[in-house]
């Protein structure tokens, strides 16, 4: 439910964008009212959520073998943690300072 | 009685012998021509596929999208250019960018678009008009894939 809410926000963020200047600097404005900011802190303790009970369900489904041991699923969902921080760094980069 | 010993055997007949202990497999038809059509127009799989597709999206990806676009913009912690019109402009239209936005709004909804449907079922326990809610929920998600890829390509 939150993250098709995000989709559709984005989406609305794209839309702005497209329409020119002042459509896209009036949705940062909007973006800033206190309850469009509670509406993305809902959105992102769903989603912060989701991103743990789906690395959990990942590393239960996805056994990883080395050679004949299978690393134990806190392995993997380290993996995951890891791979999340580093993808979450390169958006953050371009999304920021690129 | 005792059965002759494998080394006392000429290689005839233990090929002979196992000729006749072998359980010949029993001819099955196959799926019908109907079926097998069916199964192929079923779009289940690939509704799965770009499920779990979106789940990672959203797991790997959204959190951090959230985070900077919702939170950190509102609170001032970017630098004051980092979503002024001109950079994102720019970025946007760089054609990776516009892919990589295009999964990044396309993807999430068809995982929304898979779960809830089963949430419809088993959550809220709704099992009527199922073709109805299946219809909904995945024309939301290719409406949305539509209209995402649209609107970039108008930026």
């Known amino acids: 439910m939150f993250v098709a809410a995000f989709s559709g926000l984005l989406l609305l963020f794209l839309f702005a964008l497209s329409r020119g200047r002042e459509a896209y600097e009036g949705f940062l404005r909007w973006l800033k009212l206190p309850g469009v900011v509670a509406l993305f802190a809902v ?30 699923e806190g392995a993997t969902i380290a993996g995951l943690v890891v791979a999340w921080i580093v993808a979450s760094g390169i958006v953050a980069y371009f999304h920021i300072w690129f | 009685m005792d059965e002759p010993r494998v080394e006392e055997m000429s290689l005839g007949a233990i090929l002979d012998e196992s000729d006749a202990r072998e359980v010949r497999r029993r001819e099955r038809p196959g799926p019908s021509r109907a079926y097998r059509l069916r199964q192929l127009l079923h779009p289940e799989p690939i509704f799965w596929a ?106």
């Open chain 2, 50 to 155: 770009l499920f779990s597709a979106g789940g990672f999206v959203a797991a790997l990806l959204v959190p951090v999208h959230v985070a900077i676009l919702g939170i950190a913009f509102a609170a001032g912690w970017l630098p004051d250019d980092a979503l002024s019109y001109e950079r994102v402009l720019h970025l946007v239209q760089l054609p990776l960018v516009k892919l990589y936005l295009w999964a990044l709004v396309a993807l999430p909804l068809y995982h929304w678009a898979h779960r809830f449907r089963f949430a419809i079922y088993h959550q809220f326990g709704i099992v009527r008009w199922k073709r109805f809610v299946a219809v909904g929920c995945y024309g939301t998600a290719i409406a949305g894939t539509a209209i995402s890829a649209w609107v970039l390509l108008t930026i």
């Open chain 1, 43 to 72: 959105i992102l303790v769903a989603v912060v959520y989701h991103t743990a009970t789906w690395f959990r369900l990942t590393a239960h489904i996805q056994r990883i073998r080395v050679g004949r041991t299978v690393l134990p």
